[in-house]
């Protein structure tokens, strides 16, 4: 661990394969998956349902449920290995190094405490404080993510507050132990609109007030572009293309997100046809060989039914998974 | 744009889809507690159907002679009770009387007490309030205390025994089934069918019985090990069948005295209930679970 | 294809004065308390277009598509399809419910788990007297019309199909009816991204094939506008505002479509969006805000918008909006900014 310095990425993580045993037989969630995050960078994850966004977050968190699942490769959080910390060590790295939130504040606040109680609960198992120190801490938390009249809004129930509070309220939650890395798995996508706006701008505005690094899943390319300084786009469990925020999401090199893009709808668009990509994502138990996105592809060749195409560097900081992406890119 | 999405229907194999009632079976009949609990189910059952043709004796005919013999007396392989009848023989009769009175008022407050709560929760309102109130007085009783309560002033006998014990099991049928059906009823695809313009009879016949069959069946189910019981117990206190009819409970009773000279004689129908009452509940058991799966 | 539609055909529904409030509590002692879902609504549809109407949780869009499908009644307005008012007895409720049908949100809760899709195609189609082969016949044509080989599918179960398979599904058991006007309320929300274009494509196909005409209702302000001849903006069960589409989105008259359309992300990660528009989160339809319901969270609201209820203003052509601030000819306009 003192090996560790500054210069180093936060979080690095390489080849982390996650699989599940099911009724239908063994699936890979995670395919080889790497990455690294600098500290104070934002990574926004994009993908499908079943593209295992969500199971990145919680492989990183090791919440994945034990009996069913193996893991292999590594998560090195300050150069420290996740995957080998023991039970004790996990207490303290969830909470301390890395905290989560959730599209459902319901799964982070018990019902029958009030939010205050439940804040500073988490900061004295943590922070070894008082509790007149931790409710000081929950106060000031309140306070940090812009909850009006913050003082008596720490006597409330989960169920008292407005859908919008409530996950600002599980934002102050997960940052009352400063986490080095925040983990958001689509805190915005159940919001109403003019509130998913507030979210996200309360979210990019403390993550550089605290300097905390933050990976943010989302199926909203929209969503990605307001908070993220780099992207990675996910495809059936594997990485298709990471990059720059702007690189990725102006000028996409996978067919894959080059598909999602053009299959999103945005303003300027009316009586266009869509650019939809045909067919459905893959099913995990029963995956097609080589390139996973090769049954869906315009550009695909008889190859990328053979191999597994590796991200390859495609310019600067930007990497891209597939055989075709230099005829691509040009 | 058929070409682009027609391809989304390529990955699916060319084979017929299994009902969902075939799957349950095909799930349960990987569980080896439930087939084997079903096995001995049927078993029984079809003893008792068939013991006129398979009993070796008389199931009324004893001799003092040969009283309270014990298990494995040649002749007389399960012993003879305190008037000398044949235990095989009696258990086997005995099986009868206590096995209808046990699924005989589970089916009829089945139908009633489901056709009622269907209602009451498709319809809603001031239906739904009196039907449900009317259930939740007769649910106020513990359920023994009330069996035995209309047993009793309707006098012993086997139809007032079967009537005190549909009686019993309406209210709790009327609840199961009264909130399955008010959830399969807010589900969005009774809301179409109400957009198509179809009207209640055929709503409930299509849409809502085939999704509330399921947990109600289960439910009923394990409310047949319960009505096994206290039919036996109604039978035992004298308020179900009368002697001489073999009928488990009143076994137990009527052997009560033996328990020192032939226990083993005398547990014998308690076996019985113990036995079917016990197949009933994990087959229920099995069932739910085999049922569970989306 | 727009220009066409919004001038030549004629109104196939029109909604004046719907209102439709419910009681919640009021029981054991508890005050009761009224929810006013929708208040006042009004529009018409010409045939052959689509209207979308937005809005967020609470604004009463999916109440809306509701009592126009006769699902839940109105307490009080008019429902005019070609022409004629719809009335409340059974049998013209029956004939008329051919003639608007609806896709729901869910795509696995509105269809039949214990049903194969045939059968369900086929339920709507045999209430109103179908033969059981002609029925059948037609579910398969349909399954075909929305890229669903019948061959595969016909006999499946809901669970064994892909979401976006499902809402095809859901959107063929609509159209078995042959009606004239489909609601489609969040239809497309839960699909992912490139499902959700492939839909789109779809029921604008649909559309132009059996000349239906469409209520679309989401959240989606882009999906919205991508589909839509008009549209319609609620906010706690009122319409705020309503225009063409183009007009609407160019020039928004009501201060709460300008904030719905900033609230939009940005696209483009070297434009993102610097402030939120609006603070705070929809209020609850109970016990709304008096007079413009919108006004606690109104940066232009004065005096005025508190006490006197908005009438609809012309913004443009066939273009409305509920707004005191907005409307130069309304004597509030200027109000509170002389001094």
Same mark, same amino acid.
């Given at each position: 661990?003192?090996?560790?310095? $500054?210069? &180093?990425? %936060?979080?690095? +993580? !390489?080849?982390?394969?996650?699989?599940?045993?099911? @009724?239908?037989? =063994?699936?890979?969630?995670?395919?080889?998956?790497?990455?690294?995050?600098?500290?104070?960078?934002?990574?926004?994850?994009?993908?499908?349902?079943?593209?295992?966004?969500?199971?990145?977050?919680?492989?990183?968190?090791?919440?994945?449920?034990?009996?069913?699942?193996?893991?292999?490769?590594?998560?090195?959080?300050?150069?420290?290995?996740?995957?080998?910390?023991?039970?004790?060590?996990?207490?303290?790295?969830?909470?301390?190094?890395?905290?989560?939130?959730?599209?459902?504040?319901?799964?982070?606040?018990?019902?029958?405490?009030?939010?205050?109680?439940?804040?500073?609960?988490?900061?004295?198992?943590?922070?070894?404080?008082?509790?007149?120190?931790?409710?000081?801490? $929950?106060? &000031?938390? %309140?306070?940090? +993510? !812009?909850?009006?009249?913050?003082?008596?809004?720490? @006597?409330?129930? =989960?169920?008292?507050?407005?859908?919008?509070?409530?996950?600002?309220?599980?934002?102050?939650?997960?940052?009352?132990?400063?986490?080095?890395?925040?983990?958001?798995?689509?805190?915005?996508?159940?919001?109403?609109?003019?509130?998913?706006?507030?979210?996200?701008?309360?979210?990019?505005?403390?993550?550089?007030?605290?300097?905390?690094?933050?990976?943010?899943?989302?199926?909203?390319?929209?969503?990605?572009?307001?908070?993220?300084?780099?992207?990675?786009?996910?495809?059936?469990?594997?990485?298709?293309?990471?990059?720059?925020?702007?690189?990725?999401?102006?000028?996409?090199?996978?067919?894959?997100?080059?598909?999602?893009?053009?299959?999103?709808?945005?303003?300027?668009? $009316?009586? &266009?046809?869509?650019?939809?990509?045909?067919?459905?994502?893959?099913?995990?138990?029963?995956?097609?060989?080589?390139?996973?996105?090769?049954?869906?592809?315009?550009?695909?060749?008889?190859?990328?039914?053979?191999?597994?195409?590796?991200?390859?560097?495609?310019?600067?900081?930007?990497?891209?998974?597939?055989?075709?992406?230099?005829?691509?890119?040009? | 744009?058929?070409?682009?999405?027609?391809?989304?229907?390529?990955?699916?194999?060319?084979?017929?889809?299994?009902?969902?009632?075939?799957?349950?079976?095909?799930?349960?009949?990987?569980?080896?507690?439930?087939?084997?609990?079903?096995?001995?189910?049927?078993?029984?059952?079809?003893?008792?159907?068939?013991?006129?043709?398979?009993?070796?004796?008389?199931?009324?005919?004893?001799?003092?002679?040969?009283?309270?013999?014990?298990?494995?007396?040649?002749?007389?392989?399960?012993?003879?009770?305190?008037?000398?009848?044949?235990?095989?023989?009696?258990?086997?009769?005995?099986?009868?009387?206590?096995?209808?009175?046990?699924?005989?008022?589970?089916?009829?407050?089945?139908?009633?007490?489901?056709?009622?709560?269907?209602?009451?929760?498709?319809?809603?309102?001031?239906?739904?309030?009196?039907?449900?109130?009317?259930?939740?007085?007769?649910?106020?009783?513990?359920?023994?205390?009330?069996?035995?309560?209309?047993?009793?002033?309707?006098?012993?006998?086997?139809?007032?025994?079967?009537?005190?014990?549909?009686?019993?099991?309406?209210?709790?049928?009327?609840?199961?089934?009264?909130?399955?059906?008010?959830?399969?009823?807010?589900?969005?695809?009774?809301?179409?069918?109400?957009?198509?313009?179809?009207?209640?009879?055929?709503?409930?016949?299509?849409?809502?019985?085939?999704?509330?069959?399921?947990?109600?069946?289960?439910?009923?189910?394990?409310?047949?090990?319960?009505?096994?019981?206290?039919?036996?117990?109604?039978?035992?206190?004298?308020?179900?069948?009368?002697?001489?009819?073999?009928?488990?409970?009143?076994?137990?009773?009527?052997?009560?005295?033996?328990?020192?000279?032939?226990?083993?004689?005398?547990?014998?129908?308690?076996?019985?209930?113990?036995?079917?009452?016990?197949?009933?509940?994990?087959?229920?058991?099995?069932?739910?679970?085999?049922?569970?799966?989306? | 294809?727009?220009?066409?539609?919004?001038?030549?055909?004629?109104?196939?529904?029109?909604?004046?004065?719907?209102?439709?409030?419910?009681?919640?509590?009021?029981?054991?002692?508890?005050?009761?308390?009224?929810?006013?879902?929708?208040?006042?609504?009004?529009?018409?549809?010409?045939?052959?277009?689509?209207?979308?109407?937005?809005?967020?949780?609470?604004?009463?869009?999916?109440?809306?598509?509701?009592?126009?499908?006769?699902?839940?009644?109105?307490?009080?307005?008019?429902?005019?399809?070609?022409?004629?008012?719809?009335?409340?007895?059974?049998?013209?409720?029956?004939?008329?419910?051919?003639?608007?049908?609806?896709?729901?949100?869910?795509?696995?809760?509105?269809?039949?788990?214990?049903?194969?899709?045939?059968?369900?195609?086929?339920?709507?189609?045999?209430?109103?007297?179908?033969?059981?082969?002609?029925?059948?016949?037609?579910?398969?044509?349909?399954?075909?019309?929305?890229?669903?080989?019948?061959?595969?599918?016909?006999?499946?179960?809901?669970?064994?199909?892909?979401?976006?398979?499902?809402?095809?599904?859901?959107?063929?058991?609509?159209?078995?009816?042959?009606?004239?006007?489909?609601?489609?309320?969040?239809?497309?929300?839960?699909?992912?991204?490139?499902?959700?274009?492939?839909?789109?494509?779809?029921?604008?196909?649909?559309?132009?094939?059996?000349?239906?005409?469409?209520?679309?209702?989401?959240?989606?302000?882009?999906?919205?506008?991508?589909?839509?001849?008009?549209?319609?903006?609620?906010?706690?069960?009122?319409?705020?505002?309503?225009?063409?589409?183009?007009?609407?989105?160019?020039?928004?008259?009501?201060?709460?479509?300008?904030?719905?359309?900033?609230?939009?992300?940005?696209?483009?990660?070297?434009?993102?969006?610097?402030?939120?528009?609006?603070?705070?989160?929809?209020?609850?339809?109970?016990?709304?805000?008096?007079?413009?319901?919108?006004?606690?969270?109104?940066?232009?609201?004065?005096?005025?918008?508190?006490?006197?209820?908005?009438?609809?203003?012309?913004?443009?052509?066939?273009?409305?909006?509920?707004?005191?601030?907005?409307?130069?000819?309304?004597?509030?306009?200027?109000?509170?900014?002389?001094?």
């Amino acid at each position: 661990m003192s090996a560790f310095t $500054a210069r &180093e990425p %936060l979080l690095s +993580v !390489r080849d982390l394969t996650v699989g599940f045993k099911t @009724d239908r037989g =063994p699936i890979t969630a995670l395919d080889r998956i790497s990455f690294d995050l600098g500290r104070g960078e934002v990574l926004g994850l994009i993908g499908e349902s079943g593209s295992g966004k969500s199971v990145t977050m919680r492989a990183l968190l090791r919440i994945l449920p034990q009996k069913r699942t193996t893991i292999s490769g590594s998560i090195l959080m300050e150069g420290r290995d996740v995957l080998a910390l023991k039970r004790r060590e996990l207490a303290s790295y969830r909470g301390n190094d890395v905290a989560m939130i959730f599209q459902e504040p319901s799964l982070a606040f018990d019902p029958v405490f009030t939010v205050g109680r439940q804040i500073a609960e988490t900061v004295v198992r943590h922070k070894q404080c008082s509790w007149d120190a931790a409710y000081a801490r $929950a106060l &000031e938390m %309140l306070e940090l +993510v !812009r909850i009006p009249s913050a003082k008596s809004r720490l @006597d409330n129930y =989960p169920h008292e507050m407005s859908g919008g509070m409530r996950q600002r309220a599980m934002i102050a939650l997960a940052l009352a132990c400063s986490p080095k890395l925040l983990l958001a798995d689509e805190p915005t996508t159940a919001l109403d609109a003019t509130v998913q706006i507030q979210v996200i701008l309360l979210l990019r505005e403390l993550q550089k007030e605290l300097g905390m690094a933050t990976i943010f899943v989302t199926h909203d390319v929209g969503v990605a572009a307001e908070i993220s300084d780099r992207v990675a786009v996910m495809y059936a469990g594997r990485i298709v293309e990471m990059g720059s925020a702007a690189d990725v999401l102006k000028s996409p090199a996978h067919p894959y997100a080059r598909g999602l893009l053009s299959s999103t709808i945005h303003g300027a668009m $009316a009586g &266009e046809r869509v650019e939809a990509i045909p067919g459905m994502p893959p099913d995990l138990a029963n995956m097609p060989s080589g390139c996973a996105f090769s049954p869906r592809c315009a550009m695909a060749m008889p190859e990328c039914r053979n191999v597994i195409p590796a991200p390859a560097s495609v310019g600067a900081g930007r990497s891209a998974a597939c055989i075709r992406v230099g005829s691509v890119a040009a | 744009m058929s070409a682009d999405t027609l391809a989304s229907g390529n990955a699916m194999p060319l084979r017929a889809s299994r009902g969902y009632w075939s799957g349950v079976w095909l799930r349960l009949r990987r569980d080896p507690v439930s087939m084997a609990c079903l096995t001995v189910l049927v078993l029984i059952i079809l003893a008792s159907a068939f013991a006129p043709l398979i009993a070796p004796g008389d199931p009324s005919v004893g001799s003092v002679a040969r009283r309270l013999r014990p298990v494995g007396t040649p002749g007389y392989i399960l012993g003879t009770d305190e008037l000398g009848r044949d235990m095989l023989t009696r258990l086997l009769f005995g099986g009868r009387m206590s096995l209808t009175m046990g699924i005989l008022p589970v089916a009829l407050a089945l139908l009633i007490g489901g056709t009622l709560g269907t209602i009451a929760g498709f319809v809603g309102g001031l239906t739904n309030a009196i039907i449900m109130r009317a259930a939740d007085i007769l649910f106020a009783f513990p359920s023994v205390l009330l069996a035995v309560a209309i047993a009793g002033a309707l006098g012993a006998g086997f139809v007032n025994s079967l009537v005190a014990l549909t009686v019993v099991l309406i209210p709790p049928l009327i609840r199961v089934s009264e909130s399955a059906t008010t959830q399969v009823r807010s589900l969005d695809f009774v809301e179409a069918a109400r957009a198509s313009g179809a009207g209640a009879f055929t709503i409930i016949r299509v849409h809502i019985l085939g999704n509330i069959m399921g947990p109600v069946l289960v439910y009923a189910s394990s409310l047949l090990s319960v009505a096994i019981i206290m039919a036996a117990g109604l039978s035992f206190i004298g308020l179900g069948a009368r002697p001489p009819t073999p009928e488990w409970g009143l076994m137990l009773n009527t052997l009560r005295n033996s328990i020192y000279s032939q226990p083993l004689i005398a547990a014998l129908p308690g076996v019985m209930i113990f036995i079917v009452s016990l197949s009933f509940n994990l087959l229920s058991d099995g069932l739910r679970s085999a049922m569970d799966v989306k | 294809m727009m220009e066409q539609a919004t001038t030549s055909s004629r109104y196939i529904l029109e909604v004046a004065g719907m209102t439709k409030h419910f009681n919640v509590g009021g029981s054991f002692g508890k005050s009761r308390k009224v929810v006013q879902a929708v208040s006042d609504v009004s529009f018409r549809i010409r045939e052959g277009t689509t209207l979308g109407i937005v809005g967020e949780s609470g604004c009463g869009k999916s109440t809306t598509a509701r009592l126009i499908m006769g699902l839940i009644g109105m307490d009080c307005g008019d429902l005019l399809f070609n022409d004629r008012a719809i009335g409340r007895s059974a049998r013209e409720m029956k004939a008329f419910r051919r003639q608007v049908q609806m896709v729901f949100q869910d795509s696995s809760a509105s269809l039949n788990p214990r049903m194969t899709i045939e059968a369900s195609i086929m339920f709507g189609p045999m209430v109103h007297g179908e033969d059981r082969a002609e029925a059948r016949r037609n579910a398969h044509h349909l399954l075909e019309r929305v890229g669903l080989d019948p061959a595969r599918f016909a006999g499946r179960y809901p669970h064994e199909l892909s979401g976006g398979q499902r809402q095809r599904v859901n959107i063929a058991r609509a159209l078995a009816l042959k009606p004239k006007v489909v609601i489609f309320d969040e239809s497309v929300s839960a699909l992912d991204k490139s499902v959700e274009a492939q839909v789109l494509n779809l029921l604008i196909d649909l559309k132009r094939e059996m000349n239906l005409t469409y209520i679309f209702i989401s959240h989606d302000l882009n999906v919205v506008r991508y589909i839509s001849d008009h549209v319609m903006v609620m906010y706690l069960g009122k319409v705020v505002e309503h225009g063409p589409s183009e007009a609407l989105f160019a020039n928004p008259a009501h201060p709460y479509t300008r904030a719905l359309l900033a609230s939009m992300p940005s696209l483009d990660p070297e434009k993102r969006t610097l402030s939120a528009p609006i603070a705070g989160d929809p209020p609850s339809p109970i016990d709304p805000p008096q007079a413009c319901r919108f006004h606690p969270r109104c940066a232009l609201a004065r005096p005025s918008c508190l006490a006197i209820n908005p009438a609809l203003f012309d913004a443009g052509p066939e273009h409305v909006a509920a707004c005191h601030r907005s409307d130069p000819k309304s004597p509030y306009w200027t109000e509170g900014e002389a001094q």
